[in-house]
């Protein structure tokens, strides 16, 4: 299949080529990609799909999902309950959700039983819509920690070391370890306390890397944070600089030390609060977070789109909006394109296979209408997703 588009962004920060096509192969790549007809008379006989009016750019990736949580007040009710058919419809509905919004690859950093896995496969065989998923499995945390219940109960290194074996023998593509507290269990540690020891953390980052899977930390607090750049985790996730001894939201204490430890480590911070964030009252914060997000840039910190999706209430996935208070903490929108797509993937270690329209790269296209690199806003407009290679049917609502 051709896909041929008025313009087409082959990756953030390349020239946009003018009337552009891109060849889908037989075996879910990019076969050829360049300005039109060039391309089109180098494969003659192939089935075209033209987009004359629309953008056509590499899909997204959504750095930080929750495929099994329910985007509900209590978004963990089936998860507590093990209710695998409940848990399992959820889980394979937002899928198809992420796919229909133009996000071809998602982490999911936490679920439990394996069901993600169960998933994550039979998307990858093809037999179910959604996008590449990379699994965390269940997360590790400490006895009654932050979502316990998902069965990732661990203490000691010994425990750490053998829960990550466990973890990649089952299948997980990446290692989730609750390094602080968190808000969806009350009885935990406190956001901005660690739920877990330095030797503790490097034993699971050491034992994850001898497998050869990354490490992504859940650290609100600045010491759970110091402690991750410290044993060198590959991502921090939320990263908010929270200090205690309240939860009051302006107790922050952004330290460049650490920053510059994140920095010198390449440790990709992915912040993951940005819903609704227009529309957040004065006391949420909005100015703070957009002064530390462009603090951590400046400390040549890199960061990545991700949105919890399933925590919280709301609309599941909205991607757009990482991108758009990225956009407001003063990225330019190619910039901020890039948190979702080329720093993305290289900071989940897929560099040299999604995150870009390259021959050889995984055919993981999104056409929308509008420019997005005028307008991020455009990002909504989905015309056409393809994941792997294969065509998306999109809802009626979004083909009308
Ligand atoms: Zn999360």
């Given at each position: 299949m051709l896909v041929t588009a008025g313009r087409v962004v082959t990756a953030p920060g390349r020239p946009i080529i003018e009337n552009g096509a891109v060849l889908i192969a037989g075996d879910g790549t990019i076969g050829d990609v360049g300005p039109d007809p060039a391309v089109s008379?180098?494969?003659?006989?192939?089935?075209?799909?033209?987009?004359?009016?629309?953008?056509?750019?590499?899909?997204?990736?959504?750095?930080?999902?929750?495929?099994?949580?329910?985007?509900?007040?209590?978004?963990?009710?089936?998860?507590?309950?093990?209710?695998?058919?409940?848990?399992?419809?959820?889980?394979?509905?937002?899928?198809?959700?992420?796919?229909?919004?133009?996000?071809?690859?998602?982490?999911?950093?936490?679920?439990?039983?394996?069901?993600?896995?169960?998933?994550?496969?039979?998307?990858?065989?093809?037999?179910?819509?959604?996008?590449?998923?990379?699994?965390?499995?269940?997360?590790?945390?400490?006895?009654?920690?932050?979502?316990?219940?998902?069965?990732?109960?661990?203490?000691?290194?010994?425990?750490?070391?053998?829960?990550?074996?466990?973890?990649?023998?089952?299948?997980?593509?990446?290692?989730?370890?609750?390094?602080?507290?968190?808000?969806?269990?009350?009885?935990?540690?406190?956001?901005?306390?660690?739920?877990?020891?330095?030797?503790?953390?490097?034993?699971?980052?050491?034992?994850?890397?001898?497998?050869?899977?990354?490490?992504?930390?859940?650290?609100?607090?600045?010491?759970?944070?110091?402690?991750?750049?410290?044993?060198?985790?590959?991502?921090?996730e939320h990263g908010g600089w929270l200090t205690g001894p309240t939860a009051d939201p302006r107790c922050y204490d952004p330290r460049s030390d650490i920053a510059d430890l994140i920095a010198a480590r390449d440790i990709a911070v992915c912040p993951t609060r940005s819903r609704d964030w227009k529309a957040w009252p004065p006391e949420a914060g909005l100015d703070g977070l957009l002064e530390r997000l462009s603090w951590m840039r400046s400390r040549g910190i890199r960061l990545i789109a991700g949105t919890d999706a399933g925590v919280g209430s709301g609309k599941y996935d909205d991607l757009v909006e990482a991108l758009t208070l990225y956009e407001a903490a003063g990225w330019s929108t190619s910039e901020a394109l890039a948190t979702a797509t080329t720093t993305a993937a290289a900071a989940l270690g897929l560099g040299h296979e999604i995150g870009e329209l390259t021959a050889g790269y995984s055919a993981d296209v999104l056409v929308v209408d509008g420019s997005p690199l005028d307008d991020l806003e455009a990002l909504r407009d989905v015309r056409c997703v393809i994941s792997g290679g294969r065509l998306h049917s999109l809802p009626p609502a979004a083909t009308a």
């Open positions: 008379a180098r494969h003659p006989h192939v089935r075209k799909v033209s987009f004359p009016d629309s953008t056509m750019l590499p899909g997204l990736i959504n750095a930080h999902v929750h495929l099994a949580f329910e985007a509900t007040a209590d978004p963990v009710a089936a998860l507590r309950r093990g209710d695998h058919p409940v848990i399992r419809e959820t889980i394979t509905s937002h899928a198809r959700e992420l796919l229909d919004a133009g996000i071809t690859t998602v982490r999911d950093l936490g679920d439990r039983d394996g069901l993600v896995g169960q998933v994550r496969d039979e998307i990858a065989a093809g037999t179910r819509a959604g996008p590449r998923v990379l699994s965390a499995f269940a997360p590790l945390t400490s006895p009654q920690g932050h979502c316990w219940f998902l069965g990732g109960e661990v203490s000691g290194e010994q425990q750490m070391r053998s829960a990550v074996s466990r973890l990649a023998d089952s299948g997980a593509d990446v290692i989730k370890v609750m390094a602080g507290g968190g808000r969806l269990t009350p009885k935990a540690a406190p956001v901005w306390q660690s739920q877990f020891t330095l030797a503790e953390v490097r034993a699971a980052v050491d034992a994850a890397h001898a497998a050869g899977l990354p490490v992504a930390a859940h650290a609100h607090g600045t010491d759970t944070m110091a402690l991750c750049a410290e044993v060198g985790v590959d991502t921090i």
